[in-house]
């Protein structure tokens, strides 16, 4: 028989031994549960050895002893599940989340993240899960246990299961290459058969070697290679009147370089620093140009990729971040879609960078798109979003992912160009999501939580819960 499965909440009861549960009435009846003999308990990786009584309250009663081996506490809204073949009893889905850092300052644990983290905690309350945050820098295990924070009346530590999905939210490579990090998501997913998501970073050079091989998204990757020295580059300016030189493992727009060709044989080269201000160089010859750029694009792996001619509103290059996430079903969908106005005077649209969001028929307003072309252009966007999510699962299967920032950019003749792709989209406060442009619109909480729910947080639920079974 399958698992049947529906939400419920647990209960403290004191007065039972913490070998029981006490599940009510009306669900030991419609599953079937056997009452008095010995069953599994599964939270997470955490099974017990159980028997279940009846009650008459709603939801699941445990004893507080229970509920500290399990991780759980009082008022927790999870589903349940009971598999008559295995006779196992499951709650979940348990939902872990992994941070770089936790502060000390209990008000705001998670730095720029905390209203996410709040966010994410109230849309598996709402759904049914339980969510926790753990710290890579103070990764603490004991006896199959993780500790972590919990969102119950205040931010509150505890011991968690591993959980049945693990939501890699580390952003730094360094710390995610760590032999430490590296060791604990091995195990949580052998050992303790957690499904971990969004593995790991994405690197530039990757995804458009990838990308190359599928033939949905093929055509509209701009030239691109890994760069190999100045005879490429020399080739790329003679095909191209701009190149883009791309840090393969940047983010925010650092280090990128802008090569054009200016007049009377010269060029000019516009460098993103980390500072976000962009330094201009001219040069009269090629030979000058290399000189003073050769020592910089030896020091790391680049990209160079064909200059596109975007759309752009008063001079500032305008591009389109989709976000493209697995649903319940663990299928890729798209979430919402953005447009970014770069600052003036720069070619980077981040807003960590002085970047401006808008709508996408804003954009093409802003940039004046042929009007014709607007709404062919739109769905194009959002299909090409969903085929280059699709085709990075096809593509890198050592990692697994389950939502990616998919930068897109339209040239004046509404073609459609990748521009970069994003494992670890950001969920700061001041994040593009607070625009989204989504399809979603049917929160779970009849609109009734204190706390806004976006579209992409019940998405990640919603996945998770996939993921558990639930």
């Known amino acids: 028989m399958a698992s049947v499965k529906t939400k419920i909440s647990i209960s403290i009861n004191g ?36 028997r279940v009584l009846s009650t008459g309250n709603a939801g699941v009663q445990i004893h507080a002893n229970l509920a500290e ?27 872990g989340v992994m941070l770089r850092k936790i502060s000390s300052n209990m008000l705001r644990p998670f730095g720029n993240v905390t209203s996410f983290a709040r966010e994410l905690t109230e849309a598996a309350r709402l759904s049914g899960g339980l969510v926790y945050f753990f710290s890579a820098d103070q990764l603490e295990e004991r006896g199959g246990r993780i500790a ?6 205040g931010w509150k530590k505890g011991m968690f299961p591993y959980p049945d999905a693990l939501y890699n939210r580390l952003t730094s490579r360094v710390v995610e290459k760590s032999t430490k990090v590296q060791r604990f998501i091995s195990e949580a997913k ?36 890994t760069y190999q020295g100045s005879k ?50 001219n040069f009269a ?16 792996k680049y990209i160079i990729q064909e200059g596109i001619d975007l759309l752009t509103s008063s001079g500032s290059p305008i591009d389109f971040r989709a976000l493209v996430q697995r649903n319940g079903k663990g299928e890729w969908k798209l979430t919402s879609i953005v447009a970014r106005i770069a600052a003036s005077r720069t070619f980077v649209s981040n807003l960590a960078r002085g970047g401006k969001l808008t709508t996408v028929d804003g954009a093409f307003s802003a940039g004046n798109l042929p009007v014709h072309l607007r709404s062919a252009t739109s769905s194009r966007l959002k299909k090409v ?34 521009l970069e792709v994003n494992s670890k989209p950001s969920k700061e406060d001041n994040s593009p999501l607070v625009l989204e442009d989504s399809t979603d619109q049917n929160p779970t909480d009849g609109g009734k939580s204190a706390v806004r729910i976006r579209p992409s947080v019940r998405r990640v639920v919603c996945y998770s819960k996939y993921l558990g079974g639930f």
């Not at 039972?16 to 599994?40: A, E, F, H, N």
């Open 148 to 153: 972590g924070l919990i969102y119950n009346k």
């Open 385 to 418: 979003a969903v085929d280059i999510a699709k085709g990075i699962e096809t593509q890198i299967s050592d990692a697994h992912f389950a939502e990616l920032g998919i930068d897109l950019a339209v040239d004046y003749h509404g073609r459609v160009y990748l």
């Open 15 to 50: 007065a039972m031994d913490d070998q029981t549960i006490r599940v009510s009435s009306s669900l030991i009846k419609k599953y079937k549960i056997p009452q008095g003999t010995s069953l599994l308990f599964k939270v997470g990786s955490i099974q017990e050895t159980v």
């Open 190 to 225: 052998t050992q303790y058969h957690s499904v971990v998501f969004n593995e790991r970073y994405l690197d530039k050079a990757e995804v458009f070697s990838a990308l190359k091989k599928e033939a949905d998204v093929a055509e509209v990757l701009p030239e691109s290679y």
């Open 285 to 300: 010859s090629f030979p000058s140009m290399l000189k003073s750029l050769g020592p910089r694009l030896k020091k790391a």
């Open 232 to 281: 490429m580059l020399r080739a790329m300016l003679n095909r191209h009147a701009a190149v883009f030189l791309k840090p393969v493992l940047s983010s925010l727009g650092k280090g990128i370089i802008r090569v054009r060709r200016g007049g009377s044989g010269g060029y000019e080269s516009h460098i993103a620093g980390n500072d976000g201000k962009i330094r201009q160089m």
């Open 69 to 95: 081996r399990t991780g759980l506490s009082d008022e927790n809204t999870l589903c349940l599940k009971y598999n008559l073949n295995q006779r196992t009893l499951s709650v979940g889905p348990i939902v």
